[in-house]
């Protein structure tokens, strides 16, 4: 059980990491005057499921930390 839930943890870590980066690009004024609407367009959906995938992740540990404890 620890294991997977290291495992998971480290995805989880990847994942907060790709969010930032998201974030940080999304966030730049320069970026958001150089590119294409779509192409910022697609990078949103790239965060959106950076997001989906984060919360993904949240809640396996936290089942296997429940079940870890029954």
Do not use: H
């Not at 620890?2 to 970026?31: F, H, N, P, V, W």
């Amino acid at each position: 059980m620890d294991a997977e839930i290291m495992k998971a943890s480290k995805k989880l870590e990847k994942t907060k990491q790709g969010i930032e980066r998201q974030k940080k690009i999304l966030g730049d004024k320069d970026y958001q005057e150089k590119v294409s609407k779509e192409l910022q367009e697609v990078e949103i959906n790239k965060l959106k499921d950076l997001e989906t995938e984060r919360n993904a992740f949240e809640e396996t540990i936290k089942q296997f930390e429940q079940l870890k404890m029954e």
